[in-house]
């Protein structure tokens, strides 16, 4: 049985090992110092409330053209979307409850581009590889911003 | 840091503070990089789950209910995240299984390898190696526990529990039983001499121990 003395000779050891081996990326210390102007004011915020992937418990096998459902609610707000495809070929279909037209803006990391949901609440459009984040805005007169949870496919 | 500091910098980041912005994520970042590397992600996944907890802090800054926890409340969101990225990637595989499987290579012609040749100062590069494989080899939940615990700002045993999804109390017993083992191995990496890496017969016991 060894005391703590040795125990931490050898963790100190161990912390100097992974610190060689396995550092934080510089390039992504980076971003998430940058990612804090990225984050919307004064906007609600619409938590994930469902996940395809979480829910089926592993029984499934993942195929090319498996679509993943993810669903936010936010006050007074839904957003259903459906996520499919693979590179350059993944797209996002969306649908906003209750139905409205409004500005959908698809925000992955600095990057911003804008959709417009229909008068039935329904948007689509291209996503890019790496975390996103959905900012819907209605066109109503009044109506607040909502920015969905971040979310990795 | 002291607690009250971190909430300080929360409560200035949440206020527009960009600096405090900076020095929460040099404190934290660490810690992050190990949970998402702990449950054996790619360096590719790792990054992306790495993002979003940061992006979501920064979404959620005025949502924070206690600012002192928040290097609990990273370890968490590291580790729900990894957990959805490791079923989004692996579905056929049950997530127990994913645990066992490799995180980072052995081969010593990896980069890996590359920058442990250049270290010569305060660990011998052959020291090193051993090291290296004897903790590569440790049960999967001893690698996560003492990458995480091993992370830059020293994570406290709270931190680690959350990240785990463990109790608080088993964070100290299994901490030491890792590092009993991973003394056991280092010695028997180095007896065997050039091909220590094939060792499997500590691997029932470790499993017991591993779950505490």
Redesign the interface.
């Known amino acids: 049985m060894?005391d703590e003395h040795?125990?931490a000779v050898?963790?100190s050891?161990?912390?100097?090992?992974?610190?060689?081996?396995?550092p934080?990326?510089a390039s992504?210390?980076a971003?998430?110092?940058d990612?804090?102007?990225?984050?919307?004011i004064d906007s609600d915020?619409a938590e994930l409330v469902f996940?395809s992937?979480?829910e089926?418990h592993?029984?499934?096998?993942?195929g090319a053209d498996h679509a993943?459902l993810l669903s936010f609610e936010a006050p007074g707000l839904t957003v259903d979307v459906q996520v499919s495809g693979v590179g350059e070929a993944r797209r996002i279909v969306g649908q906003l409850a209750p139905p409205q037209r409004a500005r959908v803006r698809i925000r992955q990391?600095p990057d911003v581009r804008a959709l417009d949901a229909d008068e039935l609440g329904r948007f689509s459009g291209p996503l890019r590889e790496?975390?996103f984040?959905l900012m819907c805005k209605g066109i109503a007169a009044g109506s607040r911003p909502v920015?969905t949870?971040?979310?990795?496919? | 840091m002291e607690q009250g500091e971190t909430r300080k910098l929360v409560e200035a980041?949440a206020e527009g503070d960009?600096a405090a912005?900076?020095a929460i994520?040099e404190r934290f970042?660490?810690l992050v990089?190990a949970v998402a590397?702990g449950f054996r992600l790619g360096?590719s996944?790792a990054?992306?789950?790495?993002?979003?907890v940061?992006?979501?802090l920064?979404?959620?800054?005025r949502?924070i209910q206690n600012p002192d926890q928040l290097g609990a409340w990273l370890a968490t969101t590291a580790r729900r995240?990894s957990l959805?990225?490791v079923?989004?990637?692996?579905?056929?595989?049950?997530?127990e299984d994913a645990a066992l499987t490799e995180l980072?290579p052995v081969d010593e012609s990896s980069p890996?390898f590359a920058?442990?040749e250049a270290?010569q100062a305060?660990?011998a590069a052959h020291r090193?190696k051993q090291?290296?494989r004897a903790?590569r080899e440790l049960p999967g939940r001893c690698q996560q526990l003492?990458?995480i615990?091993?992370a830059?700002h020293r994570p406290s045993y709270a931190e680690a529990a959350a990240a785990l999804d463990v109790p608080v109390g088993s964070i100290g017993p299994t901490?030491?039983r890792c590092?009993?083992q991973?003394?056991r191995r280092i010695g028997e990496v180095s007896e065997a001499g050039s091909q220590p890496h094939t060792k499997k017969r500590d691997n029932q016991e470790d499993g017991r121990a591993g779950r505490a």
Not at chain 2, 58 to 61: G, P, S
């Open positions: 060894r040795d125990d050898l963790e050891e161990l912390r100097h090992l992974i610190e060689l081996v396995d934080v990326p992504l210390l971003a998430a110092k990612c804090y102007t990225w984050r919307s915020l996940d992937v979480a089926d592993g029984v499934m096998v993942r993943r990391g790496g975390p984040s920015v949870d971040w979310i990795a496919l | 980041a960009e912005w900076r994520v970042s660490g990089w590397r360096q996944d990054g992306d789950v790495y993002q979003t940061w992006l979501r920064a979404e959620n800054l949502r995240e959805r990225m079923r989004g990637r692996r579905r056929d595989v049950p997530i980072l890996e920058a442990l270290e305060r660990l090193a090291m290296w903790f003492l990458r615990l091993m830059t901490r030491a590092l009993n991973l003394r």
